[in-house]
C-alpha cells in the first residue's frame, strides 16, 4: 500500500518509475552500471549525468522530516522475524552491518554487527549535514554580489555553485539566482556613474576558501567528471557531467558569465585578477539563492560530492576552522555532540575517497536524533532525503516486484562505491509505525554484483515496511 509522503512540509505524489538503470555508484540519479571485473587504473565511480532540480518546498508549519509515527510499537523479536530471510540473500557482500531502530523512541530493534567500523561511501554525508544543520542558519540564503572596490566592481563569492547561467527561477533550488539578473542590477549601476568599460575582479577570500578538491580524490575524479570541484562559486550547466571532465575553475566560469551578460547590457567588461574587496563598500548589485536548507536537501538528494564539501567546509570556517582541517572538526563536533565516533575515521566528508569507516550505529544514532526531535535542524535536513521510487539518487529504486510496496515508505541515504553499498534512513512499516535503519555492506562484489546487493538491501527495507 503507498502512503502520501511528506516532503518538506509539502505531500507529494508518488510517481513510480522504472528500475531500468543502475545507480551503482551513487553520485546522482541515472548512473550506468560499471563491470566490476573490468581493469582500471582506479576504481572509479559510475558515470552519470546531472539529477533534475526539483522545486523548492514550501517551509512547513512545524518540522516534519518523517510521517507520525502512529503505530503501536514493535518488538525486537517482530523485526528479527521478518529480517531473517531477506539478511540471507546471497547478494549481500563479506562484511554487513544492519541496524534498525524505534525512530518515536531510540530503542534497538536490530543489531547485526553495528558497532563494526565499515565503509560507509555516500552515506558519509550524513555526518557532514549534521555538521552543516546544527552550525549554520538553516534559514539563510547565500548571496552572491557585485561591489565598488575602489572604484573597480568585484564579484564576491558567497557559496552559491548553483547559478543560473541566465536568469534565476525562484521556484527552483538549482538555477534560483541567475546571473543574468545580478548582470542587470551591476549594469544599472554602472550606467548611473557614467561607466560603460570595466574590468571585473573576484573576490573569493570571504567564503570558506580552499583547495577545489580534496587531497585524497583520485585525479580521475576531476579529469573524468565524477565531481565538480569544489568551489565559492558555480553554475549549474558545470555540474558533474561524466564523462565531461570538471569545470577548470566555477569561480571563473560565473565571473566569465557576469561578464558576458554584462555586455549584452552595454557594458564593455574584462575579467580581472583575485581582489580582496573592503568591508562596507558599495554593492552595485546582488543575489540569493535559495534557502541553505534547500541547498543541503538537493546536494543530499543528489549525493553531490562538491556541493557537500564546499557547505561543509563553509560551516567549519564560520567556527574558524580552515579547510584542510574539516573532517577533525566534524569528527570533533559530533564527540562534543555527544555521539560515540569509535570507529570514525574520515578521509573526506562527501563518501568519495578510500580511507573512511563508520559504524552503522552511529548512522542510526544521527538519524534518531532527527527522528526523536532532539536536533529540529537535522530533522529538516531528513525532511528532504530522496524518497524511494519519486527522487534522488533513490528514484529508481523499490520499483521491482520484491520490493516495490515500500515505494514512497522509504526516505533515505544512499552510498556505493566499488565495492561497497549502503543505505541509512527511514521507512514507514505498514502498520504506521517510523522505524530507523542503517546497513552498509562492503566486498568483494559476490556473483550477484552491484544490481544483487543494493537489491539485498532494498529487499530488506521492504521486509521492514511490511511489519
Do not use: C
Amino acid at each position: 500500500m503507498l502512503k502520501q509522503v511528506l516532503a518538506g512540509g509539502a505531500v507529494v505524489l508518488l510517481a513510480v518509475g522504472g528500475y531500468g538503470v543502475l545507480d551503482v555508484h551513487d553520485k546522482v540519479p541515472g548512473i550506468l552500471t560499471l563491470d566490476s571485473t573490468s581493469p582500471s587504473p582506479v576504481p572509479l565511480p559510475s558515470q552519470t549525468t546531472p539529477a533534475p532540480s526539483y522545486p523548492a518546498p514550501k517551509p512547513p508549519s512545524a518540522p516534519s522530516a518523517v510521517p507520525v509515527a502512529s503505530g503501536q510499537p514493535l518488538s525486537a523479536p517482530q523485526v528479527a522475524a521478518a529480517l531473517k530471510g531477506p539478511l540471507a540473500s546471497k547478494g549481500y557482500l563479506k562484511d554487513t552491518s544492519v541496524v534498525v531502530r524505534d525512530a518515536a523512541t531510540g530503542a534497538t530493534l536490530f543489531d547485526q554487527a553495528g558497532a563494526r567500523a565499515l565503509i560507509p561511501a555516500s552515506t558519509t554525508k550524513l555526518l557532514a549535514a549534521w555538521a552543516v544543520a546544527t552550525t549554520m542558519d538553516l534559514n539563510k540564503p547565500f548571496t552572491t554580489k557585485v561591489v565598488d572596490h575602489g572604484g573597480q566592481p568585484v564579484l564576491v563569492a558567497g557559496g552559491d555553485t548553483v547559478l543560473a547561467r541566465g536568469k534565476g527561477d525562484p521556484n527552483q533550488i538549482v538555477g534560483h539566482a541567475g546571473v543574468a539578473d545580478l548582470a542587470a542590477q551591476v549594469a544599472t549601476g554602472l550606467k548611473k556613474q557614467g561607466r560603460t568599460s570595466v574590468t571585473v575582479g573576484l573576490d573569493t577570500t570571504t567564503y570558506a576558501p580552499g583547495p577545489d578538491a580534496v587531497r585524497t580524490w583520485h585525479p580521475d575524479y576531476l579529469g573524468m567528471g565524477f565531481s565538480a570541484r569544489i568551489a565559492q562559486l558555480g553554475l549549474s550547466t558545470e555540474r558533474s557531467q561524466p564523462p565531461k571532465p570538471a569545470a577548470a575553475d566555477p569561480n571563473r566560469s560565473v565571473l566569465n558569465a557576469l561578464i558576458s551578460e554584462l555586455g549584452k547590457r552595454g557594458i564593455t567588461a574584462v575579467a580581472g585578477g583575485e581582489v580582496k574587496s573592503a568591508a562596507g563598500v558599495p554593492v552595485l548589485g546582488s543575489v540569493q539563492s535559495a534557502p541553505l536548507i534547500d541547498v543541503l536537501g538537493q546536494a543530499m538528494r543528489d549525493s553531490d560530492n562538491a556541493m557537500i564539501e564546499s557547505l561543509t567546509r563553509a560551516a567549519a570556517f564560520g567556527q574558524g576552522v580552515p579547510s584542510d582541517s574539516v573532517t577533525t572538526w566534524v569528527s570533533s563536533l559530533l564527540e562534543k555532540d555527544g555521539f560515540d565516533t569509535t570507529g570514525v575515521k574520515l578521509a573526506d566528508v562527501s563518501g568519495l575517497s578510500d580511507g573512511t569507516t563508520i559504524p552503522a550505529k552511529l548512522l542510526s544514532d544521527l538519524l534518531v536524533a532527527g527522528t526523536t526531535g532532539k536536533s529540529k535542524p537535522f530533522q529538516e535536513v531528513l525532511a528532504r532525503e530522496s524518497v524511494a521510487a519519486w527522487n534522488g539518487t533513490l528514484h529508481d529504486r523499490y520499483s521491482l516486484d520484491s520490493d516495490k510496496w515500500a515505494a514512497g515508505e522509504v526516505r533515505a541515504k544512499t552510498g556505493s562505491l566499488p565495492d561497497v553499498s549502503s543505505l541509512a534512513g527511514t521507512v514507514v512499516t505498514d502498520s504506521g509505525r517510523l522505524l530507523v535503519f542503517a546497513i552498509t555492506s562492503n566486498g568483494p562484489m559476490n556473483g550477484a554484483g552491484a544490481w544483487g546487493v543494493r537489491a539485498a538491501i532494498d529487499n530488506t527495507v521492504a521486509a521492514l515496511a511490511k511489519l
